[in-house]
């Protein structure tokens, strides 16, 4: 039976729904590192939010894991890269807290704005400074968005709503995107000299560590309110603090800090700043939603193949995934086929879909070509590793998509290119479900590829069917089924046969020296 740890506390409709869809559910919060490493091993899913650290020594002790849920957006305690070498699905969910945080910006930008906390704090102490706390107005103040994504373009929408202009930072805001938030796109020097008030909402990569530097906090305008709900380590927080004391930044308020959790800060007790603990998912509403979401997301992949949200694999939704399910079974065996027969030699792949192949998700098809070519490599390759080994042997991969109508309703080709030039396998499904071989290096061939196999290579010559069946049977190996191929006659023929068994080198050696053979080897599938 599936299992599923959940190992951060999370709301109860998360176990609900697994068990719900059949799932066995084990919530064991609280473990140390050795502890979650000596129970991982027994789980095919770890549903996790921010405490638990799934490091490279925690998923080495996880053989049976297949995928790591964050009910949450970011994933900074998930070791991303060794999960990916291990084929190990990690996702998170990245809407089911968005206006949550979108709001807990606008809240510290209001806190800003009329220095709510010193203000509550210095009442609360029997003061009445009414003239001690000048406010401003946000309407008709420009906000800088550095980063207009899911949760970016919610607080784009609650500024205009309060009459904010807002302009925005993103590589990847496209034009027509831009216009449908009703922002402007902006290059990061000009939001940086603009902005009245700058938030931050763009995930910690290696581009975005640091992003407001010593440097670029000199280049905003003087006395710049700036906002972080995002990600610890976008901010260098040492220069924040001399931005601060020095009157450049006008206020600050963090709800996240490069060390979590933030017991000392060099910020603490500068004045005009404000902070809070992580607390931008932290309403009743985001926990049900993340926790809803990650069990749906982990529950469909686990039993039906959906990839939802994955971090490291193109997604598939649980509709995708019957209808592709042939296809990626097809795709498999030609990647298979082809690193079994070219072995070293392949430079580069294309992946091409035609006919009905042509109207689906190709990606998923892709990684299913690669997860076969490069189980030729390593045993424990997948859907997720895959891509990542093809990298890093320097195999450059394609995908090329035929609106053309062919010979065939839907077709899947491999093209890899090797130094004495590109070969090419080809199949299809019939009755929509049954993978089937029907190309072979220009050989029409039709064959289903499954279990024990001969790929054999021939000069095309009266008898040799014989005296290759006899060679089989003298080596007590019984055939289940031939199949033949050849570009014409006395030219190079093909034959795929499948076998009753495993083919050991003494038979290949027997078979290679059969007259007018040029080319034996097993396959497996």
């Known amino acids: 039976m599936t299992k599923v740890l959940i190992s951060d506390s999370m709301d109860p409709r998360a176990a609900a729904i697994f068990r719900e869809r059949g799932i066995e559910v084990d919530e064991i919060t609280g473990n140390t590192p050795d502890e979650l490493a000596a129970i991982i091993g027994d789980y095919d899913g770890l549903a996790i939010r921010s405490s638990t650290k799934v490091t490279s020594a925690i998923l080495a002790a996880a053989t049976n894991l297949k995928v ?253 995934a019957p209808r592709l399910r042939p296809y990626m079974a097809l795709a498999e065996n030609l990647g298979k086929l082809v690193g079994q027969i070219l072995g070293e030699d392949i430079k580069s792949v294309a992946i091409e879909v035609e006919g009905a192949a042509a109207q689906l998700n190709q990606k998923p098809i892709t990684g299913a070509v690669l997860a076969g070519l490069m189980g030729t490599y390593s045993q424990t390759v997948n859907m997720v590793n895959a891509p990542v080994l093809a990298k890093e042997r320097g195999l450059d991969v394609r995908e090329v998509r035929h609106d053309r109508e062919g010979d065939y309703q839907t077709l899947v080709a491999v093209e890899a290119t090797t130094s004495k030039g590109v070969r090419r396998v080809a199949g299809t499904l019939f009755g929509n479900n049954s993978p089937r071989l029907v190309e072979l290096f220009g050989i029409e061939i039709e064959a289903e590829l499954d279990g024990a196999m001969l790929y054999i290579v021939n000069t095309d010559t009266p008898g040799f069917i014989g005296k290759l069946g006899t060679a089989l049977g003298e080596a007590g190996i019984n055939i289940a089924t031939f199949n033949l191929g050849r570009r014409k006659a006395r030219d190079d023929a093909a034959a795929l046969l499948a076998v009753d068994g495993l083919i050991g080198p003494e038979v290949v050696k027997t078979l290679c020296e059969l007259d007018g053979v040029r080319k034996v080897v097993p396959l497996r599938f």
């Open 68 to 320: 790591v849920g964050r009910a949450g957006i970011g994933v900074d305690n998930v070791d991303i890269p060794a999960a990916t070498q291990r084929g190990v699905v990690v996702m998170n969910t990245p809407f089911g807290n968005s206006i949550t945080t979108a709001e807990h910006a606008i809240a510290l930008i209001f806190a800003l704005a009329r220095q709510l906390p010193e203000a509550d704090a210095s009442t609360q102490a029997g003061k009445w400074e009414k003239n001690r706390f000048m406010g401003v107005e946000v309407t008709g103040k420009v906000l800088g968005l550095i980063g207009a994504g899911n949760i970016g373009s919610i607080v784009a929408s609650r500024a205009l709503g309060l009459k904010m202009k807002v302009v925005a930072f993103d590589p990847f805001l496209s034009p027509e995107r831009s216009v449908e938030i009703g922002v402007e796109k902006v290059e990061l020097d000009d939001l940086l000299r603009r902005a009245d008030f700058i938030t931050l909402h763009t995930p910690l990569t290696d581009q975005t560590r640091n992003i407001l530097s010593a440097e670029n906090i000199a280049k905003t305008k003087k006395g710049v309110r700036i906002v972080n709900c995002a990600r610890g380590g976008l901010i260098d927080e040492a220069a924040l603090k001399a931005a601060l004391d020095s009157g450049q930044v006008g206020g600050a308020a963090l709800d996240v800090f490069a060390s979590e959790p933030a017991k000392e800060s060099p910020l603490f007790g500068t004045p005009n700043f404000i902070s809070t603990p992580h607390l931008g998912a932290s309403t009743s509403e985001a926990q049900v939603n993340v926790a809803i979401q990650v069990a749906e997301q982990m529950s469909d992949f686990l039993l039906l193949g959906g990839v939802t949200n994955a971090m490291n694999m193109p997604s598939l939704t649980a509709e995708e």
